[in-house]
């Protein structure tokens, strides 16, 4: 079914709940193990259909911000669904308590049930209020960068259309598109400042309530971190100081002489200019876009090219920006329809390429687990689920022609030293988190001032000039992940790390390195992240020296 013909209604929350009751008294009551797994069953699939309904409203109201009746259901949903996971938790809690539960492992796995475990932690009817107030916040962010009207050009610009500016080869282009990009985020700064600030000071609460020290150790448990803890995290940065960042600033000095600056003279708005005859951009329209993205699924695999035929003819993609839309990109389910969906903002810069790869290579993955009985079987924790999008980029190298051209050897090379400097900057990002959440005293001006000693540990090249949003250390703040889903960016960064082993592998025998990502596709989430490597074959990222080969290699294909 198209997207357009999706029918919605607003999920009735209240019958929802009364629904889990009745199947929890089933699981207490149970007799046998058989009725306990109808019992779960008979969940999965009143969540399928609550879950599809919520996606629907989601992606319609990010396609615009300003349809009334969709942000009216996004409001609701944000203040309701907290007081709906009660019902929710007293039936998981039922299951993992029944003396019958092996009835439900036995066909589901025994990781659902440690996953569960976690899930349980991280909710308490006590603090539904706060997690209203929290999504509510979360919301009240979105709304303000999307209402983003910046005159540039002699054009009424949103974020995202601004960004093309950004890598424009007139270095005064550039600064101007910079500053004009600053001027909207200052000219909100207060009103950024106390939106965090108030997250900072609900989730802290929502922790403390439900028996944590702080909102860290919350968040691992809300990112179902069942493999790994904030040590094995910080071992991993701590790596990333050590091994990569001296590569970066080489890079970094590079590129300065590619475009014919020195180093001292490099400013921000100077950083994602890659070449002096400017970045390579996709050839032709976002209609040619998408049929080089068609003809490359088509050819990459049987597997994705009966995926991308049915994602283009069901119309599951809205990736041109325009007024009113949300920013950023992403991939999301309807579970009802088995269908994925892809958001984004084309711009015509090479992220629109990296969109057909990127949250392609989630909704890839999406399909491929389709058909799984269980959701919690289907998807793997979002460090995994990284994996499946920032890989597919590397595996799309064998036709970038067909979207670049002559130019692919610059597109190749820009992919792949984006990729180095960009683990650095997501390091940062979670660094600060876990910074701001262990030391939720901070004050907004605190904590531009940690953003900056950062910005010192791990992009020591970059200088910002008279860029007054980074300068005064709010860099963060235009980072919709920190406000969105805390903890959430490291996921990134050990999916880059695995990406480019995968990349490292198919640079001698594709065919392999392609059999063992689709190995760690298929299994979705049945395994923990840790597992999934162990599958593939493929080095696990906290392991010490994991980094350093990785990046070496890729450093020397860069020379």
């Known amino acids: ?154 054009k009424t610009l949103n974020i995202s259309q601004l960004a093309a500016y950004k890598e424009n080869p007139d270095r005064e282009v550039r600064h101007g598109a910079y500053k004009a990009e600053s001027g909207f985020y200052m000219s909100h700064a207060d009103e950024l400042d106390n939106i965090f600030d108030e997250l900072v000071k609900v989730r802290t609460e929502i922790a403390h309530k439900l028996g944590f020290k702080s909102f860290t150790e919350l968040a691992y448990m809300r990112r179902t971190r069942n493999c790994y803890d904030p040590q094995m995290v910080a071992n991993f940065r701590r790596q990333v100081v050590t091994d990569l960042v001296p590569i970066v600033k080489e890079l970094k000095r590079r590129q300065a002489e590619r475009i014919g600056l020195t180093p001292d003279e490099m400013r921000i708005y100077d950083d994602p200019f890659s070449f002096k005859e400017g970045n390579p951009k996709p050839m032709g329209t976002p209609d040619d876009i998408m049929a080089a993205g068609k003809q490359m699924y088509e050819e990459m695999s049987p597997q994705t090219g009966e995926f991308i035929n049915f994602m283009y003819e069901n119309e599951l993609l809205d990736v041109l920006a325009k007024e009113g839309k949300a920013v950023g990109g992403y991939c999301t389910e309807f579970p009802e329809y088995k269908a994925p969906f892809i958001f984004s903002n084309f711009n015509g810069t090479s992220g629109d390429v990296d969109v057909l790869t990127h949250e392609a290579g989630h909704a890839f993955a999406g399909y491929t687990t389709r058909n799984f009985e269980f959701m919690e079987n289907a998807q793997p924790t979002m460090e995994s689920c990284e994996c499946h999008s920032m890989s597919m980029e590397f595996f799309a190298w064998k036709w970038l022609h067909l979207f670049y051209g002559d130019d692919t050897p610059r597109a190749k090379y820009m992919h792949l030293e984006s990729a180095l400097i960009f683990i650095p900057y997501g390091c940062m990002v979670d660094h600060f988190q876990h910074i701001v959440y262990d030391n939720p005293e901070l004050t907004p001006a605190e904590r531009h001032e940690e953003w900056l000693k950062l910005e010192k540990m791990y992009r020591p090249y970059m200088q910002f000039g008279d860029v007054d949003f980074y300068a005064g250390g709010r860099g963060w703040q235009r980072q919709l992940h920190i406000y969105h889903y805390p903890f959430y960016y490291i996921d990134y960064c050990l999916a880059q790390t695995v990406s480019l082993e995968f990349w490292s592998m198919s640079q001698k025998d594709y065919a392999d390195a392609w059999e063992r990502y689709y190995k760690f ?39």
């Open 521 to 559: 596709v298929c299994e979705g989430g049945k395994k923990t992240f840790v597992g999934l490597c162990e599958t593939a074959d493929i080095i696990v990222p906290f392991e010490d020296g994991a980094l350093k080969s990785i990046c070496e290699t890729a450093a020397e294909y860069l020379k």
């Open 1 to 154: 079914m198209k997207f357009k013909d999706m029918p919605y209604e607003r999920v009735d929350l209240e019958a929802l709940g009364a629904e889990m009751d009745k199947l929890t008294e089933k699981v207490k009551n149970a007799k046998d193990g058989a009725t306990v797994l109808e019992a779960f069953r008979e969940q999965e699939k009143l969540s399928v259909h609550a879950q599809t309904m919520i996606s629907i409203a989601s992606v319609r109201n990010s396609i615009d911000t300003r349809d009334k009746f969709y942000e009216a259901e996004q409001e609701f949903y944000d203040m309701a669904l907290p007081a709906f996971q009660e019902h929710s938790q007293n039936l998981m809690l039922a299951i993992l308590e029944s003396p019958y539960r092996s009835a439900v492992s036995d066909v589901a796995g025994e990781l659902m049930f440690k996953n569960m475990e976690m899930e349980l932690k991280t909710f308490s009817p006590e603090v539904i209020d706060l997690l209203g107030r929290e999504n509510k916040l979360v919301s009240d962010y979105q709304k303000l960068v999307a209402s983003a009207k910046i005159d540039f050009d002699g």
